[in-house]
């Protein structure tokens, strides 16, 4: 699913949006602090390197990817997730930092974000796709869920609100990009 009959479409983020991503990844952890392991304060204490670095490699797609959605007409930002491999686990393809702007919601970019995010992972070899939800976030959940994904049962303390915790899923991938519904 590419969104495009929704006006929207989903690519990799480019070397030179760090600035670009920073900003709309501000504006994710102060809509939905409880959805990232990162604060908001913590971020902003983040050298530019880092942020540079996080875009450079997303943007190359080798280890990790970064991914957004982007209104069609007008090049803005919609909707963002991440996925990586890990040097010893480069068979799970981990899920991190799916948010969608408020003003985009329920037009298919969430949907979209998945379905590009697994390709990579098929791209990549890998096995599973893992992400950690957040125990009061049921949107989140409600869509993974229709997306293949399982609950595990596996849960660890949410990292910045100690009333919450996160809660393990994955799904199997097996066979093809084509196979498995991507372009």
């Known amino acids: 699913m590419t969104g495009a009959d929704q006006g929207f479409r989903v690519r990799r983020v480019r070397p030179d949006e760090a600035a670009v991503f920073k ?9 939905a602090p409880d959805a990232f392991a990162t604060t908001t304060a913590q ?9 540079i670095e996080r875009v450079t490699n997303g943007a190359a797609g080798i280890m990790s990817v970064l991914l957004i959605g982007v209104d069609a007409a007008s090049n803005r930002w919609l909707g963002m997730t991440g996925s990586y491999v890990e040097d010893g ?3 799970i393809a981990n899920v991190i930092s799916v948010w969608v702007a408020p003003e985009a ?4 970019v ?26 009061n976030n049921d949107a989140a959940r409600t869509l993974y869920l229709a997306e293949g994904f399982t609950l595990t049962g596996a849960t660890l303390p949410h990292p910045n609100n ?16 084509h196979e498995l519904g991507t372009p």
Do not use: K, N
């Open 23 to 31: 900003a709309f990844r501000l504006r994710a952890l102060a809509d």
């Open 43 to 51: 971020a902003l204490a983040m050298p530019e390197s880092v942020w």
């Open 89 to 91: 686990e480069p068979t």
């Open 105 to 108: 919601r329920r037009r298919g």
């Open 110 to 135: 969430a949907r979209a974000l998945q379905a590009a995010a697994l390709a990579w992972a098929v791209s990549r070899r890998a096995q599973q796709q893992q992400l950690w939800v957040a125990s």
């Open 162 to 177: 100690p009333a919450l915790h996160e809660q393990e899923m994955i799904r199997t991938l097996s066979g093809s990009p």
